[in-house]
């Protein structure tokens, strides 16, 4: 499974944007498809996930309410909105996908496979 971030770049305080995260490959077995991000000088955090089949979603506390992450209906794909962005947003955000159930979907080290990252700057 090859995974393809994009939609990241430079925001005022307050504004959006939208991260996409399309999947090639043998995706059938794909079970779930998170957001991470990693500031400077800090750990790669969870962001969102959802599951695939039952498109049910998690959040880290921080970005609830602001962000929403969905399916892509139209292809192996997901999408992250993010609205009231913040400083502390800023980060380079990678998604990752994982085959089968894991026992803790915010642990980076259940995921199997890694997109390239893309960053997010918010300016103050």
């Known amino acids: 499974v090859q995974l393809q971030a994009s939609g990241g770049g430079l925001v005022q305080a307050g504004g959006s944007l939208r991260l996409s995260c399309a999947a090639s490959g043998p995706t059938r077995r794909i079970y779930r498809m998170s957001w991470f991000r990693q500031a400077p000088g800090k750990e790669r955090v969870f962001v969102a996930g959802i599951n695939w089949s039952a498109r049910t979603t998690i959040y880290t506390d921080s970005v609830k309410g602001r962000f929403t992450i969905s399916r892509d209906n139209a292809k192996v794909a997901v999408i992250l909105q993010m609205n009231g962005l913040k400083p502390d947003d800023t980060a380079v955000y990678y998604c990752?996908?994982?085959?089968?159930?894991?026992?803790?979907?915010?642990?980076?080290?259940?995921?199997?496979?890694w997109g390239q990252g893309t960053q997010v700057t918010v300016s103050s």
């Open positions: 990752a996908a994982v085959n089968g159930q894991v026992k803790n979907p915010t642990r980076d080290d259940e995921y199997e496979y």
